[in-house]
């Protein structure tokens, strides 16, 4: 297997930069424009710093370039990592969704190998089943115990992880 | 999870801004205003300038302006903590809700403390003991607590309290603390006095949360892996605790959100009853006279607490349970 160089799609980081922007904006304009009561300003200077931190976070990512190999998965960029299939040692697939009926959300990969950092992908970057996939068989091969709403999560993508069905 | 965070943070707050306008507009769309009512009373008095009083009232409480002025400067003034004056005692609104708001976010919170702790034990042992003594007596329990109303349990209680015990189980403290600053005499009266309204508005959230519990846990001791772990040799305990119950458990942190509204609704006629110093009673009375800024401003709390409830709740589903739901849209 060659190695694959990904990165999230421009709308998908478009999206996230106006949602930054737009909570930064409505959580610090009334710190601007009004005199504001003490603890209504802690409020909304914590929302602030929660939409920043996103903005970073969407900063970075614009800046990160994934590389799949059959080794690792590298995440290149600022806040660069790497994670060798060989050393998996966490694996976390949790589903997302702001709407009450759960549909129309998105995947988080979390995975770490022993002595790195966590890498943290979504479902928006170019190829995620095949990140997905290939964590799977990195999982099984270091028969890696995965969470009840992993193993879920990887059924609903149509991949399924020997030795991990249904147990108690 | 920052992701999530931020995109529900962001949601919050157009929703809290629509909510205020549209509860704004529907306390101001009856025919009158809140000087109307005034004027008539004192009309009927006999007052001959009730007329001529009535211009002043009406640039006093800024009813000369159109009701969008009004209410983007109510909203300007939320961010001061100033809402602006009550019609009612010509004050402003910040000064009535002080303790009012404070006895009720406190009497709410034990509510939905009693609601939780209640329905978790009672349903718990409902569904692992299904058709025994104790889970016919919990359906029980809760077909009653579901049919009976809660003001009549409030009134219930308050003749039997006074007829056979000698004592008024009414108001949230001893008289001699009522209007006084707090000390740790007033918070020890209101404690014990808080009991009663916990147990009369409680107990319908609890008949319906025990009933939630129990269905959803049957319907999880039946599934497959139960069946599997318990032919392994697992111990009933860890058997019960380690998914079924992590599972049924999911609608409890999902109802934080909805309790809270449910909770405040339910407690207005039984908060009158009881005579309770709550934001109850005086959110009737406002909405009674149309005292806009004192109504639109409990309704704002309460839209606001339910909305952080529902944050809240939607946090803990997402860290306890990030599960997709089949039929759920999956990937985007």
Same mark, same amino acid.
């Given at each position: 297997?060659?190695?694959?160089?990904?990165?999230?799609?421009? =709308?998908?980081?478009?999206?996230?930069?106006?949602?930054?922007?737009?909570?930064? !904006?409505?959580?610090?304009?009334?710190?601007?424009?009004?005199?504001?009561?003490?603890?209504?300003?802690? $409020?909304?200077?914590?929302?602030? $710093?929660?939409?920043?931190?996103?903005?970073?976070?969407?900063?970075?990512?614009?800046?990160?370039?994934?590389?799949?190999?059959?080794?690792?998965?590298?995440?290149?960029?600022?806040?660069?990592?790497?994670?060798?299939?060989?050393?998996?040692?966490?694996?976390?697939?949790?589903?997302?969704?702001?709407?009450?009926?759960?549909?129309?959300?998105?995947? &988080?990969?979390?995975?770490?190998?022993?002595?790195?950092?966590?890498?943290?992908?979504?479902?928006?970057?170019?190829?995620?089943?095949?990140? !997905?996939? &290939?964590?799977?068989?990195?999982?099984?091969?270091?028969?890696?115990?995965?969470? =009840?709403?992993?193993?879920?999560?990887?059924?609903?993508?149509?991949?399924?992880?020997?030795?991990?069905?249904?147990? $108690? | 999870?920052?992701?999530?965070?931020?995109?529900?943070?962001?949601?919050?707050?157009?929703?809290?801004?629509?909510?205020?306008?549209?509860?704004?507009?529907?306390?101001?769309? /009856?025919?009158?205003?809140? +000087?109307?009512?005034?004027?008539?009373?004192?009309?009927?008095?006999?007052?001959?300038?009730?007329?001529?009083?009535?211009?002043?009232?009406?640039?006093?409480?800024?009813?000369?302006?159109?009701?969008?002025?009004?209410?983007?400067?109510?909203?300007?003034? +939320?961010?001061?903590?100033?809402?602006?004056?009550?019609?009612?005692?010509?004050?402003?609104?910040?000064?009535?809700?002080?303790?009012?708001?404070?006895?009720?976010?406190?009497?709410?919170?034990?509510?939905?403390?009693?609601?939780?702790?209640? *329905?978790?034990?009672?349903? %718990?042992?409902?569904?692992?003991?299904?058709?025994?003594?104790?889970?016919?007596?919990?359906?029980?329990?809760?077909?009653?607590?579901?049919?009976?109303?809660?003001?009549?349990?409030?009134?219930?209680?308050?003749?039997?309290?006074?007829?056979?015990?000698?004592?008024?189980?009414?108001?949230?403290?001893?008289?001699?603390?009522?209007?006084?600053?707090?000390?740790?005499?007033?918070?020890?009266?209101?404690?014990?006095?808080? +009991?009663?309204?916990?147990?009369?508005?409680?107990?319908?959230?609890?008949?319906?949360?025990?009933?939630?519990?129990?269905?959803?846990?049957?319907?999880?001791?039946?599934?497959?892996?139960? +069946?599997?772990?318990?032919?392994?040799?697992? *111990?009933?305990?860890?058997?019960?605790?380690?998914? /079924?119950?992590?599972?049924?458990?999911?609608?409890?942190?999902?109802?934080?959100?909805?309790?809270?509204?449910?909770?405040?609704?339910?407690?207005?006629?039984?908060?009158?009853?009881?005579?309770? /110093?709550?934001?109850?009673?005086?959110?009737? *009375?406002?909405?009674?006279?149309?005292? %806009?800024?004192?109504?639109?401003?409990?309704?704002?709390?309460?839209?606001?607490?339910?909305?952080?409830?529902?944050?809240?709740?939607?946090?803990?589903?997402?860290?306890?349970?990030?599960?997709?739901?089949?039929?759920?849209?999956?990937?985007?």
């Amino acid at each position: 297997m060659s190695s694959l160089v990904l990165s999230y799609p421009r =709308h998908s980081l478009w999206a996230d930069y106006i949602r930054a922007i737009g909570g930064a !904006v409505l959580c610090g304009l009334p710190l601007l424009l009004f005199p504001v009561e003490r603890w209504i300003g802690l $409020v909304l200077a914590a929302g602030f $710093v929660v939409f920043a931190l996103f903005f970073i976070r969407t900063f970075l990512r614009q800046r990160t370039r994934y590389i799949l190999g059959p080794d690792a998965l590298a995440a290149d960029g600022p806040w660069g990592a790497r994670v060798e299939w060989d050393r998996l040692d966490r694996m976390k697939l949790a589903y997302y969704s702001t709407k009450r009926d759960r549909s129309g959300g998105w995947m &988080q990969l979390a995975i770490r190998s022993a002595g790195s950092r966590t890498v943290k992908i979504d479902s928006s970057l170019d190829c995620f089943y095949d990140i !997905v996939e &290939q964590a799977a068989l990195a999982a099984q091969a270091r028969d890696l115990e995965l969470s =009840h709403a992993t193993r879920a999560n990887l059924r609903s993508m149509g991949i399924s992880v020997a030795g991990q069905e249904e147990t $108690v | 999870m920052l992701n999530y965070v931020a995109r529900r943070l962001l949601l919050m707050i157009p929703t809290l801004f629509v909510i205020s306008l549209i509860v704004y507009m529907i306390i101001n769309m /009856p025919p009158g205003d809140c +000087v109307t009512s005034q004027i008539e009373e004192l009309l009927s008095r006999g007052d001959a300038d009730a007329l001529a009083r009535a211009d002043e009232l009406r640039a006093l409480y800024g009813l000369d302006h159109s009701v969008w002025y009004r209410y983007f400067n109510w909203l300007g003034g +939320v961010f001061r903590w100033d809402f602006g004056l009550s019609c009612q005692d010509t004050v402003p609104v910040k000064a009535l809700i002080g303790e009012r708001l404070m006895l009720t976010i406190v009497m709410e919170s034990c509510t939905i403390l009693f609601i939780w702790t209640v *329905s978790f034990v009672i349903g %718990v042992y409902a569904a692992t003991h299904q058709y025994q003594v104790g889970d016919y007596a919990a359906s029980f329990i809760g077909f009653l607590g579901l049919a009976i109303p809660n003001f009549l349990l409030a009134l219930v209680l308050l003749y039997v309290g006074k007829v056979y015990f000698g004592v008024s189980i009414g108001g949230l403290m001893d008289p001699e603390f009522i209007e006084k600053p707090m000390s740790w005499d007033k918070v020890v009266s209101i404690a014990q006095h808080l +009991v009663i309204p916990t147990i009369v508005i409680g107990t319908s959230g609890t008949a319906g949360m025990i009933r939630r519990l129990r269905a959803n846990l049957l319907d999880e001791l039946q599934k497959q892996y139960v +069946v599997t772990g318990r032919a392994k040799g697992l *111990s009933p305990f860890k058997l019960l605790v380690k998914y /079924p119950l992590r599972h049924a458990i999911n609608p409890f942190v999902a109802d934080i959100g909805h309790l809270l509204p449910e909770v405040v609704s339910g407690s207005v006629i039984v908060s009158v009853v009881l005579s309770l /110093p709550t934001m109850g009673p005086m959110l009737l *009375s406002a909405l009674k006279t149309q005292d %806009v800024n004192l109504a639109a401003t409990f309704l704002l709390f309460v839209a606001v607490l339910t909305v952080i409830g529902m944050l809240i709740s939607d946090l803990l589903l997402a860290a306890l349970d990030p599960r997709i739901r089949f039929g759920a849209a999956g990937e985007k």
